[in-house]
């Protein structure tokens, strides 16, 4: 494999930072993961503007290069891949060991990528089944503390909620996503997912005015519904309506849309919704990419 680093493509092996660069030390970096298909970068302009905005949020506005695309253009040519994970990294870059940043910014640029199964009606899902979901007691971390909408290198709050689903899983296989709530037991998003769920009324997600990370599949979901005039309606939810929906999955770049099976054990499933969207969502991709 090669990736770009700092605007040259360079061997996985030879693909390093500084052990003083701050996105290492500090989490200070801002990052996007997206997928590629057909050789080209699904809802490019989306995840380039939330990039943008983190930089903004952690005060590199500037850092973001302009010839971003082109290099993820090259990473996927140098590794001969059509159908990939990309994943985009822009940190502030080395400087004084320090906790409070300088005012010159010479950014640490990454673009990596990796293989997966071709999408659209004739690929094939990235997940064998449906997720597995299990609310841990690992709250989301409030937007007045680390902006919610800011996608930076410090994942903590995700990973600590994955690490309590092993810790329950006791040497067992652990569930495959964590539900984590906000500090008022609202239903937020999953370590590495957003939430949807099915009711009489329609399709249910959690809102965006509570502490959580609004996913460009989330949106692509959201207008297919609308669409197609199914009622869609985001606000605050219990544990218990998700427990009492008729259907629920979860949505981000890499797995699309994966419905979840069971949520603490409790039987949900995938239903007639939940399979048409997925349906609309491959002939989208289908249509745009191949």
Not at 89 to 105: F, N
Not at 227 to 236: A, D, K, Q
Request: hydrophobic residues 35%; negative net charge; glycine residues 10%.
């Amino acid at each position: 494999m090669q990736y770009h680093v700092d605007g040259d493509l360079v061997p996985e092996d030879e693909a390093t930072v500084s052990v003083r660069d701050r996105g290492f030390m500090y989490g200070d970096a801002a990052f996007e993961t997206l997928r590629a298909y057909g050789g080209e970068p699904f809802r490019w302009d989306a995840h380039r503007e939330r990039l943008q905005r983190t930089a903004e949020t952690l005060g590199f506005a500037d850092a973001v290069p302009g010839d971003l695309r082109e290099r993820v253009d090259e990473t996927l040519a140098a590794n001969d891949l059509d159908e990939a994970y990309v994943r985009l990294s822009v940190t502030r870059g080395v400087q004084p060991g320090k906790l409070t940043p300088g005012g010159d910014v010479d950014p640490t640029v990454v673009v990596i990528c990796k293989g997966l199964p071709r999408g659209g009606l004739n690929g094939e899902c990235v997940w064998d089944e449906p997720a597995s979901v299990q609310t841990v007691r690992t709250r989301r971390i409030p937007s007045e503390a680390v902006p919610a909408d800011a996608k930076t290198h410090n994942y903590l709050n995700g990973i600590l909620g994955r690490l309590e689903l092993r810790k329950a899983a006791a040497g067992g296989e652990p569930a495959d996503e964590c539900l984590i709530r906000d500090t008022d037991g609202n239903l937020a998003e999953g370590a590495t997912s957003n939430l949807f769920f099915v009711t009489d009324n329609g399709l249910r997600t959690p809102s965006t005015d509570l502490d959580l990370l609004p996913g460009v599949t989330r949106d692509v979901v959201m207008d297919i519904a609308r669409g197609e005039e199914f009622p869609v309606e985001t606000g605050h939810y219990s544990l218990d309506a998700l427990r009492d929906a008729d259907e629920a999955f979860l949505t981000n770049s890499t797995w699309e849309i994966r419905p979840v099976s069971t949520v603490d054990g409790i039987s949900v499933g995938s239903g007639p919704m939940t399979k048409l969207l997925q349906r609309l969502f491959d002939e989208r991709i289908e249509e745009r990419h191949y």
